[in-house]
């Protein structure tokens, strides 16, 4: 095409000077004019679809996107970054790959459980990206939609492998919310060995559609559940107002009996320090006593050896003869009433006189 433009002017240059028409001249400005245009349009404006990117010389790489290009059918090693870039129309062809972010949906997938009970997930979401550095390999070996055969396709044989080996009470209700950790392990653990420039970022699972019939019962279920709990809870709730009660009259009692050890304890010490008292009182009244009997012992010890001193026959006599003489009455006889004499003192006396009447005279002789 670019070839033909230039002959094509020439051509047309030539027919105007050789005819010296007005109107042949005029064609050819007009020829020109168009061509300038074509190839304006060839080279400013960049392609945005797949009808305009064989046509097109400049083109645009978005952000968040890198260029991929295939010349001839050939994937080319060379990777542009986002801005404007430059290829050879008809012969290289462009498609931006994104390498951010990016949720994949996938609709519609059907599955059989354990039981035999056919279910639909309407929709598991897949945040999953591409890493630069693998864009070329990847696209390489599964072409630019990647994600058909490692996402899309992946999801549809990981989901029916978990149906297949669970009941419906564990996919549905059981086992559910493990469902977006499984996925994301299979389809990271298959990724990583096959294609391992794509990273899954997280999984996001979407309730299954179940047979009415069976989606009533389930409902019947919970709402049972939901009894069974809500009278599970009232029964603890008493429980705990029991424990509460309970608990509050054991520390009453708790207190009451504190209150009563310590005034327990309060009279046993005033007992004690009272018994402490009363035996230092007793102590001193002892040491006192003892101290006075002693004394009083002492005293009559010290009498009796006085007296004992003292009972000579002249002392004897005299005490004999002041008695007697004390008396207001002296009687005269053979015989004296005994009323006024002591018989034993009287004979007491007589053989102490005696006795000493014979030591003298022995002492004499």
């Given at each position: 095409m670019d070839s033909n433009q230039p002959r094509l002017v020439t051509q047309s240059l030539q027919g105007g000077r050789g005819g010296g028409g007005g109107g042949k001249g005029f064609s050819a400005i007009l020829a020109v004019f168009l061509s300038f245009i074509a190839i304006f349009a060839m080279i400013v404006i960049p392609s945005s679809s797949t009808s305009r990117n064989g046509f097109s010389i400049l083109h645009q790489v978005p952000e968040g996107h890198v260029g991929v290009y295939w010349r001839g059918g050939a994937l080319l090693k060379m990777i542009t970054d986002p801005g404007f870039h430059l290829k050879l129309p008809f012969i290289t062809h462009y498609e931006p790959v994104q390498v951010t972010l990016q949720t994949d949906q996938v609709r519609d997938i059907p599955c059989g459980t354990k039981g035999g009970v056919m279910i639909n997930f309407e929709k598991i979401e897949v945040v999953n990206r591409l890493h630069k550095d693998y864009v070329h390999d990847t696209l390489l070996n599964y072409g630019v939609q990647y994600d058909n055969t490692w996402i899309y396709d992946k999801i549809h044989h990981e989901i029916n492998q978990f149906c297949s080996s669970h009941?419906?009470?564990?996919?549905?209700?059981?086992?559910?919310?493990?469902?977006?950790?499984?996925?994301?392990?299979?389809?990271?653990?298959?990724?990583?060995?096959?294609?391992?420039?794509?990273?899954?970022?997280?999984?996001?699972?979407?309730?299954?559609?179940?047979?009415?019939?069976?989606?009533?019962?389930?409902?019947?279920?919970?709402?049972?559940?939901?009894?069974?709990?809500?009278?599970?809870?009232?029964?603890?709730?008493?429980?705990?107002?029991?424990?509460?009660?309970?608990?509050?009259?054991?520390?009453?009692?708790?207190?009451?009996?504190?209150?009563?050890?310590?005034?327990?304890?309060?009279?046993?010490?005033?007992?004690?320090?009272?018994?402490?008292?009363?035996?230092?009182?007793?102590?001193?009244?002892?040491?006192?006593?003892?101290?006075?009997?002693?004394?009083?012992?002492?005293?009559?010890?010290?009498?009796?050896?006085?007296?004992?001193?003292?009972?000579?026959?002249?002392?004897?006599?005299?005490?004999?003869?002041?008695?007697?003489?004390?008396?207001?009455?002296?009687?005269?006889?053979?015989?004296?009433?005994?009323?006024f004499l002591d018989q034993r003192l009287l004979g007491n006396f007589l053989q102490q006189l005696s006795r000493n009447v014979s030591e003298e005279e022995k002492s004499t002789a």
């Amino acid at each position: 095409m670019d070839s033909n433009q230039p002959r094509l002017v020439t051509q047309s240059l030539q027919g105007g000077r050789g005819g010296g028409g007005g109107g042949k001249g005029f064609s050819a400005i007009l020829a020109v004019f168009l061509s300038f245009i074509a190839i304006f349009a060839m080279i400013v404006i960049p392609s945005s679809s797949t009808s305009r990117n064989g046509f097109s010389i400049l083109h645009q790489v978005p952000e968040g996107h890198v260029g991929v290009y295939w010349r001839g059918g050939a994937l080319l090693k060379m990777i542009t970054d986002p801005g404007f870039h430059l290829k050879l129309p008809f012969i290289t062809h462009y498609e931006p790959v994104q390498v951010t972010l990016q949720t994949d949906q996938v609709r519609d997938i059907p599955c059989g459980t354990k039981g035999g009970v056919m279910i639909n997930f309407e929709k598991i979401e897949v945040v999953n990206r591409l890493h630069k550095d693998y864009v070329h390999d990847t696209l390489l070996n599964y072409g630019v939609q990647y994600d058909n055969t490692w996402i899309y396709d992946k999801i549809h044989h990981e989901i029916n492998q978990f149906c297949s080996s669970h009941s419906l009470q564990q996919v549905y209700i059981d086992v559910f919310d493990q469902i977006d950790e499984k996925m994301k392990d299979a389809l990271q653990g298959d990724c990583t060995r096959y294609a391992p420039g794509i990273e899954i970022i997280s999984v996001r699972v979407t309730k299954p559609k179940i047979p009415e019939s069976i989606r009533r019962n389930f409902e019947q279920m919970e709402e049972e559940r939901t009894k069974v709990l809500i009278a599970i809870e009232k029964q603890r709730v008493v429980e705990k107002e029991a424990e509460t009660s309970k608990k509050m009259a054991i520390s009453e009692a708790e207190k009451i009996a504190n209150v009563s050890k310590i005034l327990m304890e309060q009279k046993l010490m005033e007992k004690d320090s009272a018994r402490k008292q009363q035996e230092i009182e007793n102590q001193i009244y002892m040491a006192r006593e003892k101290s006075l009997a002693d004394a009083y012992f002492y005293r009559l010890l010290k009498e009796a050896e006085a007296n004992k001193l003292k009972l000579t026959p002249q002392f004897l006599e005299l005490k004999f003869v002041e008695a007697i003489a004390d008396n207001t009455k002296i009687f005269f006889g053979e015989k004296i009433p005994s009323m006024f004499l002591d018989q034993r003192l009287l004979g007491n006396f007589l053989q102490q006189l005696s006795r000493n009447v014979s030591e003298e005279e022995k002492s004499t002789a």
